[in-house]
């Protein structure tokens, strides 16, 4: 079964050097009980250890079932180990933070039995060796001989058919070493027991077979066993391997031994996912408020479609001018010349100039309703507008400096973010609102434009309310002169006022906005009823002048003078003949309601080309995407400095796994020496930085996220509306543990790399 042909081993240190083992000759019958006598330093442990595969012999061939071992890989030693030989040593070799029943399974967890099975084989083999009372007991709970009894178990849990036994007794009472040595007889009557001992008396009294050594070789054997070469066998020790879990199990047995070194080491490693976790907890926090206050404050803000448009997406693909500062046409800003190169100004790329057509406006009506509160269109029309000032003079007002613009056609939606402050809301085209901010002021610019004193400390209320005004239509303001070709408007403007010709407007009603209401919905200034805009602009596009000017492109029927077709289409417009609106303000019933505002009126570019596009500006909502990416980039920048302290503590961890493999030296050797492979006993040190990991993740989190409880409460005493602005994110809590695990296993590579290439012999001897 097992033979040893010239097996010679010598070991150099530096120009030391000795011969262990010199030329061994050795056969073995399959069932016999074989002492191996001999002074210390003979070669008998080493012959053990060369028999068990631990360790490499330099010449000649050890044979098993009559094959060569000589070209055996680690793999196949492995498994050599752990299926065909049970070790029993003098000094037992037990792990010690692992129970009594899982120091004799773990032998057979390299073999791949299931949980049934290795537990039903080690209660069995703990029952012979009369230890089945102590199955949950830890190893420094037991005598001596009930060690070296649970390293026998452990030795016959694989069921091997060789039993290595290195001095057994040597650390036992004599009434110990008598049980022990009986039970090893009984063991040898169905197996090879190969014993080492110094003790004559013990080798003669129960083994079978003496084999003395001295200097290395065979000096005597009492009874021989002379073999034919027998035919190679094919020997398929099944591979051996560790489970992760096991390897877990094993790691967490180690570390609940070190409770409160594991914990601060935990701690410490969890500073830097704290941070981490404080910073992602700040930013969700501030970006569930910003949602929050776009789907409530910034939620009714309109969607504002203008004629020139500025169009974000193209902004943001825009990069940097490259090379030297040029104009339109390329030529380098500020040539050394003495010439002026006159150009036309371009528009901006990130500007869009928007072509509302009928076809737009019919797809907008056909928008549901229950989606908006309002939609208001401007033009850039300039109505005719007479004032009689307070010094009974009548003049032409400026519109814009009054802001005549139309009122919102909602009424429900006027009330909700205005307070009609005295009069009524306007019934008809013929009645006027006058709105004033928030602080019942008005612009300094109206003021004047309607002649009043704009030194003025205050006025009442009935100083505007119901006065009038005179909206004129063109066919009644302009009048054609023949024999110029142009359109006068009148010369004394209060005769015309009192011919009374004009539409007649009357401040029937002063309004103030609401706080929190949407400011931009109307600013202050005199609005008039949306029927007013539909009378004058029907009239326009039939009226003389409006024909007149659509007939001269190239002149203006009011000065006589040239004019670019950019300025006849603004002509138009002014006059209200091209009604093409300037602008459209949609305002939002709610957050949901403005998505699906969004996609119809996505909807109109679809399939259209580049230039057809029309671009709207929802300002919420680039408001609030712009601030998360301001909030966004702070967090990167915080999360980068709290990231350092999580590499410092991951080298520290990776330190801490170092000393954890020089404390578990001997239980590597143990593992070795079961048929554990060099990947196994770098998992078991993978799996304890794992354990550690995951709990400083966990920790880091938890400490985390208590933590958010005291700063929200010191936010919201600082600041209104903010009593919840850390929120913990629920995908960052498993982020940051799975980041946790993924460092510590980085840094516990190079030590549990240090744990796998240890010699098993060596790490045997360690105390």
Known sequence: MLQLKGITKRYEIGSFKQTALDGVDLAFRSQEFVCILGPSGSGKTTMLNMIGGLDRYDAGDLLISGKSTRHFKASQWDSYRNHAIGF??????????????????????????????????????LERVGLIDHVDKKPNQLSGGQMQRVAIARALANDPDIILADEPTGAIDSETSRQIMTLIQEIAKDKLVVMVTHDEQIAKTYANRVVTLRDGQVLHDSNPYVTEVDAPQKLSFKKTSMAFWQALQLSFSNLKTKKFRTLITAFAGSIGIIGVALVLSLANGLNQEIDRLEMTTLSEFPIQIDSIAFDVAA????????????????LERFPDVRQIFPFQRQISSVQHIN??????????????PVYYHDIMIRRSVNMNILHRRPNDQVSRINTGAVNFEPLLGNPEFFADNYDILEGRHPENHQELLLVVDAFNRLNIRMITELGFDPNALEFDFDVFLNRSFQAVLLDDFYTYNPETDRFFQPSNLTEFYAEQRGIELTIVGIARIQDGAISNVLSQ????????????????????????????????????????????????????????????AIYPVSFEAKEAIRN????????????????????AAIVTELTSDVINGISYVLI???????????????????????????EIGILRSLGARKRDIARVFNAETTIIGFVSGALGVLIAFLLTFPINAIIGNLVDQLDRLAVMPIQAVFALIAISIFLTLIAGLIPSSIASRKDPVAALRVD
């Open 315 to 330: 902004a943001r693909q825009a990069g940097p001018p490259t090379g030297p500062p040029t104009d339109a046409d390329g």
């Open 600 to 619: 119809h009126l996505d909807a109109y570019n679809e399939d259209r080309s580049e230039s057809e596009r029309i671009i709207y500006t929802d300002l």
């Open 640 to 666: 980068a400095f709290s990231s350092i302290s999580l590499i410092v503590s991951s080298i520290m961890i990776g330190i801490i796994t170092y000393v954890s493999v020089l404390e578990r030296t001997k």
């Open 355 to 368: 072509i509302i057509e009928d076809d737009y406006l019919d797809h907008l009506a056909a928008l549901d």
């Open 88 to 125: 029993v040593f003098q000094n037992y070799n037990l792990i010690t933070h692992t129970s009594v029943l899982a120091n004799v399974e773990v032998g057979m967890t390299l073999s791949g039995l299931s949980v049934e099975k290795r537990r039903e084989r080690a209660l069995e083999v």
């Open 525 to 584: 200034g005199i609005k008039y009823h949306p029927d007013l805009a539909e009378i004058y602009l029907e009239h326009a596009a039939a009226s003389e002048i409006g024909q007149a000017q659509i007939a001269s492109p190239e002149r203006s029927v009011l000065t006589g003078n040239q004019i670019t077709p950019q300025t006849h289409q603004s002509l138009l417009r002014t006059l209200g003949v091209d009604s093409t609106p300037s602008s459209i």
